[in-house]
Each structure stands twice: as structure tokens, then as C-alpha cells.
């Protein structure tokens, strides 16, 4: 089966400028996680979407991040103003349901640079 | 709120040697523990899950772990590791009841020297 997909995979940015990234969910998958990865971090959850609704944003600076999965399948996540503090890789994660008994795969992830 | 910690963040082992990567959580009640592993230039995937039940639990490519409740550990070992073991290994955990989200440790960089 196909696995996540993320766009794009590199993005370098100047700080104050947007940026936009896009998620394309395993097939079937009811659940979809956005992390912001900082080097030497492990995965911090930004926002957990079930279906097309919103289960958990508590970690998502929403002053400048916003996320939208229309349709309950696709989804992108935007930043709005960039800082310098805002390079890491994001992932981009789906599991069937949004129990903790089920797996969560994840796609490549994005590697945001802002200069 | 639930806390991960993985005190060793690179370890470099050679081929045939044992490896156990330390995890630590802190969390009062009861919970799911996962490891993950990223090989260079692949995706985070799972390799192991505890929910409940028998505390060693086994996971692909020969990796097991033992849940220490006493101690609020979940270590990863293997009894033998191969070059193609060099990775990073995440220890996870996500707190049972109601909707809990997944905190994540800040991983480990294992590297088998052949």
C-alpha cells in the first residue's frame, strides 16, 4: 500500500516569509498527526485531526500555525510569519483510528530552513 | 503531564555486541509504550508496542523490550546487533484513558561499526 506522502521535502525560507506544507494520509486512515521535529529532539505533536475535526491543537502556536484537513483526507499546515526557531523537519503521521492501539505511520517529513 | 527521557543519545557499538538503549518515563498512571526507529534516510516506523500483559514484549528484526513498572522503564536490547541496526531509536509514550497525545524522547543515535 502506498505509504504517507508529504510535499515538499526541502523548503528554505527567509524569516517573516509563509510557508505551506502538504500531507496526502495513507488511504483509509481516519487519524492524521502534523510533529515539528527540532535537531536532536524526537517528534513534538503539533495538531491530531480526526477525520476533519480537530482532537488535540494544545501544542500548536497558533498565533502563526494554522492546519486544515478538508474532507477528512488531505491536509496542510502553514506558517505565518516564519521565525528562525521554526527550522525542523515536520512529519506528517495517519493511523486507522485515534486510539494509542493504532499504529501510526509517518511520511518523510519536510525540512524547513529559515535563514 | 508525561515525560520521556532517553539518557543515552549516541552509542556506538560493534557488530555482534548487545545493545540495550535506556527509557524512562514519568507518568503516574497507567501507560502505552512504543520504540521507533529512523534508518538513514527512511521514515520513523514502529518496532515495538507494549499495551499490556506479558512485560517483554518482542518487535521486528530481533529487538525486544522489557516494561519495568517499578521503575518506569521500557529498555530496548538486542542480544546481537548487525551494521544494518544503525539507526535512531525513539522511545514514545501515550498515557491510557480518554485522549491522551504521544510524548516522544529525544531519541538515540546507534551506530554499529562492522
Known amino acids: 500500500e502506498a505509504g504517507v506522502a508529504q510535499s515538499p521535502r526541502y523548503k528554505i525560507i527567509e524569516k517573516r516569509q509563509s510557508v505551506a506544507f502538504w500531507c496526502n494520509p495513507i488511504?483509509?486512515?481516519?487519524?492524521l498527526y502534523w510533529y515539528q521535529q527540532i535537531l536532536g529532539q524526537g517528534p513534538k505533536l503539533l495538531i491530531q485531526?480526526?477525520?476533519?475535526?480537530?482532537?488535540?491543537d494544545s501544542q500548536l502556536p497558533k498565533d502563526r500555525f494554522s492546519a486544515e484537513r478538508l474532507k477528512g483526507v488531505d491536509s496542510t499546515l502553514k506558517i505565518q510569519p516564519a521565525k528562525l526557531e521554526d527550522s525542523a523537519v515536520y512529519l506528517c503521521?495517519?493511523?486507522?483510528?485515534?486510539?494509542?492501539?493504532?499504529?501510526?505511520?509517518f511520511g518523510p517529513g519536510t525540512r524547513l530552513t529559515v535563514t | 503531564a508525561q515525560s520521556v527521557s532517553q539518557h543515552n543519545h549516541h552509542v556506538i557499538l560493534s557488530e555482534a555486541a548487545s545493545l540495550e538503549l535506556g527509557c524512562n518515563y514519568s507518568?503516574?498512571?497507567?501507560?502505552?509504550l512504543f520504540w521507533y526507529v529512523q534508518y538513514p534516510g527512511q521514515h520513523l516506523q514502529l518496532l515495538l508496542k507494549y499495551f499490556s500483559g506479558d512485560p517483554l514484549v518482542k518487535g521486528i528484526k530481533g529487538f525486544e523490550a522489557e516494561f519495568i513498572k517499578s521503575k518506569f522503564s521500557f529498555n530496548l536490547r538486542k542480544p546481537s546487533v548487525q551494521w544494518s541496526d544503525t539507526a535512531e531509536y525513539f522511545c514514545a509514550v501515550i498515557a491510557s484513558g480518554g485522549y491522551q497525545k504521544v510524548t516522544f524522547g529525544t531519541g538515540t543515535k546507534l551506530q554499529v561499526i562492522p
Open positions: 488511504s483509509g486512515h481516519a487519524t
Open positions: 503521521a495517519s493511523s486507522l483510528g485515534g486510539s494509542e492501539r493504532y499504529e501510526q505511520y
Open positions: 507518568y503516574g498512571g497507567t501507560v502505552n
Open positions: 485531526f480526526q477525520n476533519n475535526g480537530v482532537v488535540d
